[in-house]
């Protein structure tokens, strides 16, 4: 009920500003009132919150994001992306946001962001309206 | 419905226990079954779940945070705060909390906390209660 | 309405796959369409959403945020234990999880894991499953 499913082809390492399908799912559903839930079924990836102007906070995050959570050669995961599981697993699978009078209760600066950490990739994301 | 607006006022950067300011708008809502959903809507300041006895934890929170996710000087974005949208991002815009007889299923040691990390400003949360 | 608790015998430092134990509590609620909201009563613990085939992912996050957020000397907190508050609060308290076809909306990649950052402790989970 109230569910819409999107995709994604994602460069190397981006985030991509999905506020606007996120609306769309919203408008369609039809609901005033409750919460939206945005979800990223992989584990390499993920969804965040943040400034929708300047775009080098996006630049500054992935680089700050590869500072604090560098490949390690420790690392044992053969597939050699753990930095990226790292990632995921600090920004977060979803995020939830309030609805009221049919809109995304969102401030002035903020956008929803698909994070893509070890792209390439056709990704996917869902998009739970929730009325009360 | 059952949507409540809070300001705070804050310093430079700080972590302000706001967990009466959540129970109030509980109790104003009258639900008893349910969940919590409070949203930050800026993009360099979040919401978590932390310690609320020992305020030596924030202090360290604060430090710790600092260390994670420092300022660079490669950081492009002119406004100099790319360290907060860091951590922003990081912590994360919401935090969710069940609502069970009418009380936040909060853990003993558990509070609720706006994370300032670009003040001082006037900043702003909401608190959106949904019941089942 | 819908509460489950859950509890579980934790090592020093580790992740949990509850995946099933979550299942458990959808299929308990018989409800086919809403959200799942797995809580984290503790605050050097967490939940979080991550690979659930390659142990070495768990192995490689642990070692990944322990560079990340490794203990300080300069940590004032007297139990010790600040750079497990830190971890708690980057991972976060609880997830939420899309309902439908009364299953788990996950990726085929994904586990819902209790993170275990300062242990060994008694720990309590709770899942809420609210339908729409």
């Given at each position: 009920m109230n569910l819409y499913h999107f995709t994604l082809?994602?460069?190397?390492?981006?985030l991509f500003n999905i506020t606007s399908m996120v609306n769309d799912a919203l408008c369609a559903s039809k609901v005033k009132s409750g919460a939206a839930i945005i979800f990223c079924p992989h584990t390499t990836a993920g969804i965040t919150i943040n400034e929708n102007a300047d775009p080098d906070v996006v630049t500054?995050?992935?680089f700050g994001m590869n500072k604090a959570f560098p490949d390690r050669k420790e690392?044992?995961?053969t597939e050699g992306n753990s930095h990226a599981h790292l990632k995921a697993s600090c920004?977060?699978?979803?995020?939830?946001?309030?609805i009221?009078?049919?809109k995304l209760l969102l401030g002035t600066w903020q956008g929803i962001y698909f994070c893509e950490?070890?792209?390439?990739?056709t990704r996917n994301?869902?998009?739970k309206i929730?009325?009360?």
């Amino acid at each position: 009920m109230n569910l819409y499913h999107f995709t994604l082809s994602t460069s190397r390492e981006n985030l991509f500003n999905i506020t606007s399908m996120v609306n769309d799912a919203l408008c369609a559903s039809k609901v005033k009132s409750g919460a939206a839930i945005i979800f990223c079924p992989h584990t390499t990836a993920g969804i965040t919150i943040n400034e929708n102007a300047d775009p080098d906070v996006v630049t500054d995050f992935l680089f700050g994001m590869n500072k604090a959570f560098p490949d390690r050669k420790e690392f044992r995961h053969t597939e050699g992306n753990s930095h990226a599981h790292l990632k995921a697993s600090c920004i977060g699978a979803s995020e939830t946001v309030i609805i009221e009078n049919g809109k995304l209760l969102l401030g002035t600066w903020q956008g929803i962001y698909f994070c893509e950490f070890d792209g390439p990739r056709t990704r996917n994301f869902y998009v739970k309206i929730i009325g009360d």
